[in-house]
């Protein structure tokens, strides 16, 4: 191991002192001055630079730290002018390849799940109570507070530069960060810097840091799976070192995250920083369809096939075609920018900027996010098939999909005999508190904790999430919703019957 | 470490040699064109043979792949008849101890739990919706599609060979699947191919592929235990690849699954593949008692000790002698295989198939099974203490035995005092969801969740799960089902009283 | 690393046997023995030993097993007058500073709140079903039998000698042991016998042995942050058998638990076994205060900041200043033992006992216990400046801070609106279990575990934990809570209305 790391160091550092070589030498002048300092007052982050491929290949501290000039977050420090937040933009210089996939993906679109965030903070002061894309009338507290250190913590925060220089709505490293440059993104989430190490971005911990928890466990469904089961059982003898591009089924026997959503693995297919670029399903809506312009745009329905629905209308004493198809579309980020944070979307959203166009998620991406699902499958079945006969692969995937149809019928159905009554006859509306009721919570956790976790255990082999922490718990709620439709009719009844308040 | 691994595998390599001579010799032959293809088709497999004791061993594709003559799943490839469903008859070839000692444990019987999946197919059509032993009119949504991927994927399927030669319910490695050659299970779900690795099956993690989640948390009990502790925090210094049998204390500092219930450690106790072998209680049915013949027969009642019975009697105002003792027996997947799914029962047990003789559990499995409870402890014994006094290891037995007494008090009052009457009186028969009602699925997770975990967690050293998890969920619980009672019962009086509907 | 750690036990070694020549040369004759027959019934104890620091420095058996002339728990063995209660005034004799940071530490109280489970020993006979501190006729199955390995494995039991010797509330390792010598504690349970290895002591696991679950998940918080992700992504490669006092960001990327709570971390501050001692915030109770002496004694009460205060009265509906402030104090164990457990109370505290003084806890610690909150502060920033810009340490802790004051608001808010309420209004009399109704329940978890989540997850990066197991839960459970006291008020109006009981 030893030996293949200090060979890849050697080859990956000969291939940067070329690249790097011109842009070095004008900067020598400025590393003893930096490093003498901070040796002194943050010794940990010159060591972590100290074993990380940029150190090797002589890329010195003011090469990434150099503030670009029309970035409001650089300011004067002993003499030169620096940045902290050295965003995507600055990454771009020598990884563009990089930068431009994870423009394409889905991480890319995470800050806009938390623009509103932005929207409590006028000049430098707090003025409101609000989060993602909800009124400031909306009463919840789920305040800016909480939801820093919270959603915002993986989502990205609004970075801006207050009047004194300091930046406000920092630190942060949230995935989709909106940094003071107009670049959304912070490459160091996964590249932990100061050491920047490849091995440390393909092991499952670096996904795992923000996919895990209640509403969407890919970590601990990984871990429950016989890919995570042997990679934690083995992973300390791979070769987690081989170059970007050239690692594969020789290295590992089992694959972490970073194999199958980006890894060429061994040439079966294009590496990439889009993490979408093999996903066939929106796994985390309401209700589940293929990524395909014509879904996402909500215009169009997604059937259920009919045997599956008529055995849940059955089931359920639902009228025939109650679970005929589901509907598709939305949450629209883009659309809830522009709406309740607006001058964000400006700053970011136009020609020239960040995003081109924003009008929905596709749009925007385009490139790569555009192929049809089908080929974002075959892609999958390619990595696959590296250890996998093609029957393997796609019956288990067959099997995955399946589940998506059983979900998309079962939870229709919760909602067309509980839930949509309970509000259609506001039989909630009494008793709430932080602005939800318990149904509203119950419906809300049925499809977005419980529901994915049924989805995302299909596809990842995580039997127990599949079942007892997906559709166990999707039936037992389906139960809970049945009784609190039951209860709040006779509550009403009798209220009304008895001339109490 | 890698003198040790060098060295085991110069040992094991010698002694395959020895024992593979011959079959190597008659399919050298076969080698150069499998392994030409499927390196390009499939090269992780390829790879992870290449790193296995069968490789340096000399056991070649064919060797394991070959179909036996009366194997429906053989199918031609190549010019060779080969299947894809290596089935412990296969494997028991060259291991047939491991093969015998697995039959007897209660590992065979996985797949009799996931029997009646079989019923849902007719030919090669899904035709109904039925899993688990569950009539086919029973209206659930963990239909086939959601439960090959969940349930299924441990208990195993039932492989059925297509008109075609495609397999169906395929792919499957559960622990407990039908082969289509007559016999049950798969080696591979813990010797992961094609590695085999003997390292990798000592590992928690393997064990814990399946052994997790809220109906059998053992994975996350051992990691919050000691045990667990002290195998991730140092594990990467132990010996994991001492040969099968002399794998003991001088080897690792703390125990895995694998050694307290495989493992002779030192030669403490015979080693052996039934993971039952060393266990005194059923923990896993509503109540517990120890592993005898007359217990799981369900003829006799299990005492509750008098002075524990007195106490929750007068905490939970019971009628004295209420709590004098548990019922027994069942669930028997014997007798539900036999009524649900007749078809697959025949062609699993009788004189000839795999079980001889299929009545009741201990009846089919016999040998180790039919110790005594007491035997099967004084081995669990042996085990402690190679690293624990005599007097440590009994008396923190003794503390988890204790444990089973007041679980049983418990849970029974419960049943007694707000279960029963609610299922009498029929309370809960109007809104039910998924064929259950609030209740019932409340009294489904205080057994089969909750209080496994309290009896698992006493057991396994994990304080937190026993406590939070197991004893205080159940309090927890208690509280619900009692408020239940309550609701259902004003409810019906109030509808009564005021002639509402 | 082999290199490293064979310098470091070289060195380890010299300073050791200087420091232990006279002892081990006392001691010699008795080695042999114990050896001897040990490796024959306990082997792995032996092998461990051997791996031990102790071994190197010829630090023998009894030179730590040697029974004290005053302690009870001493007994003839093979000639020696031995023990197995190891406590801490025994590991003093070499490690006396340690051992003082120990008492000055909140983890030295651990065994209060497991003090009155002694109340159930009259003798050598279980009389009653108490525990924690509650009187001998509370309702509850939380009996000594379940949480001996349930709760007071971690907090310590009472450790009494029997007529005949034997040990009583044995075995144990909780932290907060009471010993038969006088001495709380338990230095074993982190420095797992008989290796007591540095390195795992600094491990995560080790501390995640008693700091999980769902009332003090530190474990899995640290898992999700971006401290856990490295560690356990790169973890193999740091240099965990640094000397005591010199560990530092040279050795590790990213900080374990102890890092941040008890390592100098390369001189950045005096390292310390008082886990406490960088801890600004009482995390634990209802409410959190800063952890200072005013606050503890529950005579002052703590401000929530008005403006965070008057947004949550005006979500909630709440009158004008009744968010103003928390309550603070309690729960005090010393008083509570005091009350319930008054023999053990006697025999633990007062003049040359364990606690010289024990009115409340930090009387009862003193020393490093009473710095300011801002103090300890300052010494955890201390340690992540090794490897952070202050302005990112002392950012990213005033996020954490603004946690607690929302936390505080909401929780008091449902505690006002609802909970009291309901207990003043005697709503939930009726329907118990366990001694509790589910509101009372509810209320626990709001605070105790899910309340606790939140504020923790705040501090120790942990997004998810944060919000959605904290956070959004106390949402859910505040919608919980107000239907409750919905459905209770209407309930008596119906009963009372129709004369239904």
């Not at 160091?188 to 466990?217: I, M, W, Y």
């Not at 070192?241 to 972490?256: H, L, N, R, S, Y």
């Not at 796609?394 to 005999?417: Q, R």
Request: charged share 25%; hydrophobic share 35%.
């Amino acid at each position: 191991m030893k030996k293949v790391l200090l060979l890849t160091q050697m080859i990956i550092f000969g291939l940067f002192l070329i690249f790097t070589a011109s842009v070095a030498s004008a900067k020598d002048a400025t590393v003893a001055p930096c490093i003498e300092c901070h040796n002194e007052v943050s010794p940990g982050i010159v060591k972590q630079w100290q074993e990380s491929g940029h150190s090797k290949a002589g890329v010195l501290c003011y090469a990434c730290h150099e503030a670009k000039e029309n970035d409001p977050s650089g300011f004067e420090h002993e003499g030169y002018k620096v940045t902290a937040v050295v965003s995507p933009n600055y990454c771009s210089s020598c990884h563009p390849r990089a930068v431009k996939e994870f423009k394409e993906s889905m991480h890319d679109e995470a800050g806009l799940f938390s623009l509103s965030a932005y929207g409590v903070v006028e000049g430098e002061e707090v003025v409101g109570n609000v989060t993602f894309g909800q009124t400031k009338n909306y009463k919840t507290h789920f305040s800016r507070e909480s939801a820093e250190g919270g959603c915002l913590d993986c989502h990205g925060t609004v970075i801006k530069v207050g009047k004194d220089g300091t930046l406000i709505n920092w630190p942060n490293v949230g995935i989709g960060r909106f940094n003071p440059d107009g670049s959304v993104g912070s490459c160091s989430v996964c590249h932990t810097r100061h050491v920047f190490s490849v091995a440390q971005a393909r092991k499952p911990e670096t996904c795992g840091n923000c996919h895990l928890g209640p509403d969407h466990p890919q970590r601990e469904i990984y871990e429950e799976s016989k890919h995570g089961n042997l990679v934690a059982a083995n992973g300390e003898d791979y070769n987690w070192t081989a170059p970007a591009g050239q690692w594969g089924p020789e290295d590992v026997e089992a694959p972490t995250c970073a194999v199958c959503h980006m890894s060429g693995f061994g040439g079966a297919v294009k590496s990439t920083h889009n993490v979408s670029a093999r996903l066939k399903w929106e796994l985390e809506p309401v209700f589940s369809w293929p990524t395909e312009q014509k879904y996402q745009a909500g215009k169009e329905k997604y059937p259920i096939p009919p045997k599956i629905a008529q055995r849940y209308e059955k089931i359920h004493n639902l009228p025939a075609g109650s679970l005929k198809e589901v509907p598709t579309g939305g949450p629209n980020p883009f659309a809830t920018a522009k709406k309740f944070a607006p001058d964000v979307y400006k700053a970011y959203v136009g020609p020239g900027k960040w995003w081109e166009k924003g009008e929905t998620r596709l749009d925007a991406f385009g490139g790569e996010a555009l192929r049809s699902p089908d080929a974002k499958r075959e892609d999958m079945v390619a990595v696959c098939t590296q250890c996998h006969s093609e029957s393997w692969a796609s019956g288990d995937l067959a099997k995955s999909d399946a589940v998506i149809d059983v979900y998309n019928a079962v939870v229709l159905a919760i909602k067309k005999k509980y839930y949509d009554p309970i509000k259609k006859e506001k039989l909630d509306e009494g008793v709430k508190f932080n602005g939800k009721s318990e149904a509203d919570n119950l419906w809300h956790e049925i499809w977005h904790h419980e529901g994915r976790i049924w989805r995302m255990g299909g596809f990842m082999q995580g039997q127990d999430w599949q079942h007892w922490e997906g559709a166990y718990e999707v039936a037992d709620d389906g139960s809970h919703m049945a009784d609190i439709y039951e209860k709040l009719k006779l509550r009403k009844a009798v209220k009304e019957k008895l001339g109490l308040k």
